[in-house]
């Protein structure tokens, strides 16, 4: 399969506890992104890479996000300090200066 | 401050009919636009997109028109067929393939066999 791959499909966690979610994009793209969304929203930016470098985040990415792109392949995005309106489905995806591809997301209840 | 609009939060269409979903934005300086189609619990998937230079593309069953003068856009898809039901996305950037995509908040399609 050579399509975006994210790990793990769902995640469950206490409020407080930490989670990092992985992204690996198609192998060729080296443009990599992260959405964020919500019921009954559209798929919100939180940031973006070109290679190793993270060239944009958003506001909704608070201090608690942190995402990495070590060596410009797979990508981490970690949430410290969980919140309960951190609940939501977490999207990946991976371009090469064409159509944005998908990931089929990580959904992060937060309890 | 919702840059993309998808005013219809659902549709419903006979199979073998045509579907229109519709999009408005505000932002003059998007310059190209993209239909996405999401499943529950799947990521979207990349549809059918269009430069701001051209007013029309079709790929098979799908068409995009693009009005600039009205920054408005439309997804038509002949004929609607009962796997086409899913909610559908528009989304527009400032620059292909640029850093981020502003999407809408979606259009649920039901195509009734």
């Known amino acids: 399969d050579t399509g975006v791959s994210q790990n793990p499909r769902h995640k469950i966690t206490k409020r407080g506890q930490n989670v990092t979610f992985r992204c690996d994009p198609i192998?060729?793209?080296?443009?990599l992104y992260w959405y964020r969304q919500t019921l009954g929203q559209g798929p919100e930016f939180l940031t973006y890479?070109?290679?190793?470098?993270?060239?944009?985040k958003s506001r909704l990415l608070s201090d608690r996000f942190s995402a990495e792109r070590p060596k410009g392949s797979f990508s981490t995005l970690e949430i410290q300090r969980t919140e309960q309106g951190d609940s939501a489905m977490y999207l990946c995806?991976?371009?090469?200066?064409?159509?944005?591809?998908f990931g089929q997301g990580t959904r992060l209840t937060v309890v | 401050d919702q840059q993309v609009k998808q005013n219809s939060p659902s549709l419903s269409v006979q199979e073998g009919r045509i579907s229109i979903l519709n999009c408005d934005y505000t932002?003059?300086?998007?310059?190209?636009f993209l239909w996405y189609k999401k499943y529950p619990a799947e990521g979207p998937t990349f549809l059918i997109s269009?430069?701001?230079?051209?007013d029309k593309n079709e790929d098979g069953r799908f068409t995009v028109f693009l009005n600039k003068s009205a920054k408005h856009l439309s997804l038509h898809i002949v004929p609607s067929q009962p796997g086409d039901s899913a909610v559908y996305f528009c989304?527009?950037?400032?620059?292909?393939?640029?850093?981020?995509?502003?999407f809408g908040t979606g259009t649920r399609l039901t195509v009734i066999p």
């Open positions: 995806a991976s371009s090469s200066y064409r159509e944005a591809f």
């Open positions: 192998s060729e793209h080296n443009r």
């Open positions: 890479f070109q290679n190793e470098a993270q060239l944009e």
């Open positions: 932002n003059s300086m998007f310059d190209y």
């Open positions: 269009i430069s701001s230079i051209k």
């Open positions: 989304a527009a950037s400032v620059l292909r393939g640029a850093n981020n995509l502003f």
